[in-house]
């Protein structure tokens, strides 16, 4: 069983379009994430929930917006596509507290391409 | 605040030699967690091995082991006896551990390449 599944894992649209990308985790964590690579492969924080909680909001336009319907699911909307949101976009959960360490067990990816 | 710097954008090892990643951060947190990541061509993010900033000895999983300087504030990945599946870019992060508001914070990455 897959721990994180993010999909889809590609995806090809054209500028001004509305994407969606969805992603699970069957690992019982209470934080997910989005992770936002680049093509220089630069990781940079998204946003994170803690039990469906908005708690990290990083600087990020509000064409994107995370929703989270549970605390085992992440989805991400990104509205009015531009050239500059080609990346892969990486789902991500972990568990913090006594015991856990914290780190990060990320999906395999979602490429977007917009053209 | 966290920053992460890995220096060496790229790296080359022989196999079977043990190559050392360079890793130094900088945060405002007094409790943090030190972790590095793999991603191989195939484009997964893999965690390899985490350091806790209280832990006295140096964290070790199999052929890895983090060399943790407190003082210097580095926090080295050390990878034995490479082998060419370790051909792979190399991501270190930290993350404070105080809130479960702590996020991730990652380096720009190195890019090891083990020649056969």
């Known amino acids: 069983d897959t721990a994180v599944s993010q999909t889809p894992k590609y995806l090809v649209t054209q500028m001004g379009n509305d994407k969606s990308i969805k992603c699970e985790q069957n690992?019982?964590?209470?934080?997910m994430y989005w992770y936002k690579q680049d093509s220089k492969k630069f990781l940079k924080i998204m946003f994170s929930?803690?039990?469906?909680?908005l708690i990290i909001n990083e600087t990020v336009p509000n064409r994107f917006s995370p929703k989270s319907p549970d605390k085992a699911h992440l989805n991400l909307h990104i509205n009015s596509l531009e050239l500059g949101d080609s990346a892969v976009y990486f789902c991500?959960?972990?568990?913090w507290g006594q015991g856990h360490t914290g780190e990060l067990f990320f999906g395999e990816g979602s490429r977007l391409t917009v053209l | 605040a966290q920053k992460i710097t890995q220096t060496q954008p790229g790296m080359f090892v022989q196999e079977k030699e043990a190559v050392t990643l360079d890793c130094t951060y900088d945060?405002?947190?007094?409790?943090?967690?030190l972790f590095w990541y793999k991603q191989p061509s195939s484009g997964e993010m893999i965690f390899l091995i985490y350091?806790?900033?209280?832990?006295?000895q140096n964290a070790t999983e199999g052929r890895y082991s983090l060399n943790f300087q407190k003082a210097r504030k580095s926090a080295n990945l050390v990878i034995s006896a490479s082998q060419l599946g370790d051909s792979a870019m190399y991501f270190c992060?930290?993350?404070?551990?105080?809130?479960?508001?702590?996020?991730?914070?990652f380096g720009d990455g190195t890019t090891l390449t083990v020649k056969p």
């Open positions: 992060a930290s993350r404070g551990l105080n809130t479960n508001a702590g996020k991730s914070t």
């Open positions: 945060t405002s947190d007094q409790s943090y967690g």
């Open positions: 350091q806790g900033s209280y832990d006295e």
């Open positions: 690992l019982g964590h209470d934080t």
């Open positions: 929930y803690n039990n469906k909680e």
């Open positions: 991500a959960s972990s568990q």
